[in-house]
């Protein structure tokens, strides 16, 4: 068996805020990413989900180094990322690159694309030759799709979709060999959406990356990942393989996300009067439930749920889920 | 009945790029209870529609054609008729609760002015009914969170407010855009479900704007899709769910990623990208992205039409259609010119 190339040892990120006035400031914490552990091999694409403020945008930061971590380890090929000083973490960015949600504010508006997309080059081998970098832009424009005659224009000229294809040309400029994709399409129409999907997977089979796929939408998630990692106030509810994980969830949480998408099929909509989907709003960050963090929403919650927090765990088929009642909960899903 | 009907609507903006004509000769109509969507990508069109219907348009934005709301033309109307028709007859909900919500104003304040206004309430009248209309969509203690304002509310909290607003005066016609699109799923499942409920129990009229095809799905009774500016599909949701004529309603409804379906070869994908409003192709507008097209595709296409409501506008004939006698009208064509504001 092959070792994995990233490996995420209970990973947490704390935010302090403050309040009140200058005499009576008070500290708050924020857990935002909250002893988060996985792994992840070559060849293979993890899927974050979760709702807007679970973390998964911070746990992504903070892999690459942009945040840093509290506590836990982010070992990549071996070395810990977060015992690095600043300039070998430097050097380290040329395997770990990230494409960002907004394909047009990631983009500087005063330079070509050309530009942009040399600008990793330009930065790592500062001694490159020329034409050597326009050939290597051209050669990363074609891959992506674009066309290398276009190498002069400025953002504003591309569509948004054309201009995610400048952000994923960029990352992928440096041969890196693990790209995170932070909800890269969820800016994007649904057309474009499909076109950039299969353009991140055609990519990954081509190149061996290893990506991370950071997304609030399961239908896309389960379109490009091998196994799913569901977040949820900063911890990890259930980490799947993703066959699995859309026939029969194990965790709750899991079980209420996938309900609440709606299908674009009038009669399979109107059968599935969705009986179970989470009611009210994700708890205050500052006030996170005592026992289990989801039991308040939780349509199977018991006693023990209320005070015991239930730890993530391994199960027989080698999924991992933080539930106590995973056993006995039968929450498989009708899909055709 | 017919509640609203919308004949030969024509938006065009003017650029320092030249004209553009956001919406070319759109015709459509809702009728008394009836949920209709407006289906279509960025640039499609859908919002600045019902803008212009509302007399809501931008500065430089220009409007012509009819919009008979119970038999009287929206467009034709002076702004002080519009205004007593508008957040009363016709309510809408927009896009962005987070920006759509005044941040200065308690939630009472702002809910309270609209009855005050339309209906003449007294405060503590008008007060009441907010708090009604909050129970009603939900919100838990509405007694005590009517005295909050805006960025004590989540997300999901301040779109039920958008929507008890414009529900406080028993709209005959609520025109929502993209409610649920700025919201996480499980917000989205809540607040669709709430329309949903909305439909059943009042006889309102709902047009409802989204490029989601999943929440069209749920809850509408007809859709018309646009591209372009223009209405390349229409029909029942059974229609354009399990018998789309026109090959982007097809494209676009297999390109949606599904949790029940997993394609092995990869998502179906429309290629390109949408055109240019500035520079339109000749003929059909779907022409450089379209798998189906043809030389005949460099005419304008025909509109196919079979029963009330049921057209498609391309060359390729529609299963049991007929050609719509579709003459383009003169340049002199009937409708009064609308305010622009």
Known sequence: MNKPVLRVQDLAVTFTSFTGGILQRQERQIRAVDGISFELFAGETLGIVGESGCGKSTLSRAILGLLEANRGRVMWMGENLTKLDEESMRQRRKELQIVFQDPVASLNPRMTAGDIIAEPLWTFYPNMDRLQVDERTRGMMKVVGLLPNQINRYPHEFSTGQCQRIGIARSLVLNPRLLICDEPVSALDVSIQAQIINLLKDLQNKLGLALIFVAHDLSVVRHISDRVLVMYMGQAMEVAVKERLYRKPLHPYTNALMKSVPVPDPKLAAEARRDSWLTGDMPSPFKRPKGCIFHDRCPYCVKRCEVDVPALRRMENGDWVACHRAEDLDLSIIMS | MTLLEVTGLEVEFDTPEGVVKAVNKLDFSVDTGETLAIVGESGAGKSQLVM???????????????????????????????????????????????????????????????????????????????????????????EERIKQYPHEYSGGMRQRVMIAMGLLCEPDLLIADEPSTALDVTVQAQITQLVGELREKTSMSIILITHDLAVVAEICDRVIVMYAGEVVESGTAEDIFYSPQHPYTQGLLASVPRLDQVMEDGLHA????????????????????????????????????????????????????????DVPPADEAEGGEGPAE
């Open chain 2, 52 to 142: 212009a219907i509302m007399g809501l348009l931008a500065e430089n934005g220009s409007a012509r054609g009819k919009a008979l709301f119970r038999g009287e033309d929206l467009m034709a109307m002076k702004p002080q008729e519009l205004n007593s028709i508008r957040g009363n007859q016709i309510a809408m909900i927009f896009q962005d609760p987070m920006t759509s919500l005044n941040p200065y104003l308690s939630i009472e304040k702002q809910m309270a002015e609209v009855v005050i206004h339309h209906r003449r309430l007294k405060k503590d009248e008008a007060r009441a009914q907010a708090i009604e209309m909050l129970r009603a969509v939900r919100i838990p203690d509405p």
């Open chain 2, 270 to 325: 429309i290629p390109g990208n949408p055109p240019n409003l500035q520079d339109l192709p000749d003929g059909c507008r779907f022409r450089d992205r379209c798998e189906k097209a043809s030389e005949q595709c460099l005419e304008p296409p025909p509109v196919w039409e079979s029963g009330v409501g049921r057209t498609s506008r391309c060359v390729i004939p529609m299963e049991g259609g007929r050609l719509q006698d």
